[in-house]
Every structure is written in C-alpha cells, then in structure tokens.
C-alpha cells in the first residue's frame, strides 16, 4: 500500500490539488489514520528543528536590556508617528529656508537643503508604514497578504536608498567644509567650488547601485500551513540566510555603508574641532600680543572689547561647530545600526534571528530623530537661519537692515 501511495501522491504533486474530501480518499487509498500518523511524523521533525535551532543559538543575548528593547517596541508606533509628523514640517521648513536667495548662494546650504529633501521623503514614507503596522494592528498581529508583503519590500528599499543618500551628502558636507578650513584657496577648494553641483549629484546615483545586492536578497514567498489541510497562501518578505549573497549584503550594508562613512566623519570632526581651536588660540595670540602697546590701551580701556575676535571669525567659528554638531549627532545614530551589521555578517544565523530584531525599532527610531532635529540645530547655532527664518515668516516685524548687513557678511566670509 505504501508503494502505491507513493506513486499517487508523486502523481499529484504535478497536477493542481483538488479538494481532499472522501471520495478523493478513498480513490487514493488513504485512510483518515494514515493522514493522522503523516501530521504527527511532520509535527515531530519540526520540533526536531526547532530544538536544534534553540540548543545551537542557547544563551545569545539575554539580559534586562532586552526586556526594555521590548517595552519600548510596544509604544514605537506612537513615538515614530510624532517624530515623523514633527521631522516632515521641520525639514519643509528647512528647504523653504535654504532656497532662500541669501542662503542659496553658498554650497554648504545647498548641500543641507537636499539633506533635508532626503530626509523629508524618509519621513513621508515612515508614516503610514508604523500607522498600518505598528497602530492599525494589535500586538503579535500580522498581516501575511501579498498587498502587504510587497508595500514592505518596498519600504524597506525606498527607505534604504534614501538613508544611503543622507549618508552620502553627509560625508560631502564633511569634506567641503574640511577643505574650506585647511585650504580654503587651493586647487582643491576651487574644483570642489566648481563643481559643487556634481558633488551633490554623486550620492543620488551611487546610492541605488550600493543597494544593488539588497534588491536580490529580499523577496515576496509564498507559503502555507501545513497543519491546515485547506489552508490559504500566506505571503511575506523571504531571505535565504545560507546564501553567500546575503552574506555579502550583511558587509556591504555595515561596511560600506555604515562603518566606512562613520570612520571618515570621525577623522574629519576631530580634525574640525583641532582646527577650530587653533584657529581661536592663534587669533587671540595676534591681538594680545602683536601691539603691546596697543593692547595696554585697550586693555585699560575695554578689556573685553579687545579681546573679541572678528565678525566674520566668529561667523566661520558657528558655521564650523554647527557642522560637527550635525556630524556627532550622525555618528551617535549610524554607528550603532553599522555595528549591529557587522556583528550580524559575523556571526551570521544566531546573532541576526535572536539579536538584531530586538534592536530594529530602536534603530528606527536614532535614525528618524537624526532626520528630524536638524531644524533645531539650524535655529540654536546659526544666526543666518534665524535672521532668514524671521524675514520669511514674520515680515511685518522684521526690518531690512539686518538681513542686508547679514547678506553682505555672508557673501564674504563664507
């Protein structure tokens, strides 16, 4: 009998199923007792897997660190949802701030400005993905329909192309403001002046070809439960973690992506912030002692006067400290997220299934807040955004005069 049943069930797995209702049984010779053993052999080699997976993975990152990731994942939705509404008016505010003609005119604004685009559309993509999965349905909720698995794999690289896009213009505005410190008229300063408009550019085009493996890693499959005889097709984001593929996506993603970038933000902060304090030393050694005779009258004078360093060195002081400010804030949110992928490519199976689901929300979460604050930092540490900000939205009390003076400082200092 059991030959048999082999040659029809060999038979029908080349042809549609049709219906397992008795006559259909009895047509293939199965008894409601064969169906009974076949589910609770099934049953058991599940639960083998199962359990080798649990003994291979013991002990991988338990702690009470975890039961907060946990705790917190329960409210992300609300607190994503108030970050992403504030971050989408703050970054419109910083565009229509930016494109101003006053601020247009230098290419760090520029490159602020289309920093501001891309985090804009992160955030405008973020909202109805954590109102649908994180607010819409309950805990442990899921939905498995085809609809919804292809809005996440689209999710997930919209929003991976664009965070590749910040990440790049990020290190761009490293890099210019480096060189217009250390050489603001060398040969280097002038081509980058020249072609500040390809160095925008370039992030939008490598971006999509860095994410290139990811788009062949992740895929819609289609599944059934096999404890359901007339079970329906369930849907969902599928990755194969025993493929080089993925493995090669795993460094890609944490070292390409996320540690290199971090790595040159760290040398060109600590760099900026040298520069900075040299540049203030050295200014105050020139006036103190360069005339001391000079200095001795202003000292009796106006000490404090004497000492103040000039308009447009102040203006370059903020400029600078405004920019190592957005960058320390980009390390605190993309090293963790890079380490965490280098740790998973590592690894590989136990550190990924156990691991780094935990932390998904909370990386959410760092890298919507970077998106979002940029508007405040602007307004706390740049007195042209401020003067900008108040031309364009409070025009019956502002006056002429500052934001001309402030025009003709900007054109040049910067």
Partial sequence: MMQDTGSQMGHTHLNPRPPLNDTVLKNYHLTSTDIEKFVKLWQEFQMKNMTAQVDECQGYCQGEIYNWLRA????????????????????ILNIMVLTRKEMAKTPINNILKWLAVADMFVMLEYIPYTSYQYIYMGPGEKDLSYTWAVCLLVHMHFTQILHTISIGLTVTLAVW????????????????????????????????????????????????????????????????????????????????????????????????MHVLCEASRRRLKLRDYNNPAKYAIQLNLNESKSKKPPRCDRRNDRTTLLLVAVLVLFLITEFPQGLLGLLSGVMEKCFFAHCY???????????????????????????QFRTTFRSLFMKRHFGSTEMTRLTRVTTTCV
């Avoid at 917190?72 to 970054?91: E, P, R």
């Avoid at 925008?200 to 599944?223: H, M």
């Fill in 177 to 272: 403001r480096y060189v217009a410190i250390r050489h603001p008229n060398g040969g280097c300063a002038n081509f980058l002046l020249a072609h500040s408009r390809e160095a925008i550019l370039l992030p939008f085009i490598l971006s999509p070809i860095l994410c290139l493996p990811t788009y062949f890693v992740f895929q819609v499959r289609e599944t059934y439960d096999v404890d359901k005889l007339n079970s329906e097709a369930m849907y969902h984001v599928y990755f194969d973690k025993d493929s080089a593929l993925y493995r090669f996506n795993f460094w890609i993603h944490s070292v390409l992506i996320k540690l290199l970038p971090c790595g040159i933000l760290i040398v060109i902060s600590a760099v900026l």
């Fill in 72 to 91: 917190y994942n329960s409210i992300h939705g609300y607190v994503s949802l108030m970050i992403c509404i504030f971050g989408t008016i703050a970054n």
């Fill in 357 to 383: 689901p935990p932390f998904g929300e909370l990386m959410d979460l760092l890298a919507l807040i970077n998106a979002a604050v940029g508007f405040v930092l602007y307004g706390l540490m740049s007195k």
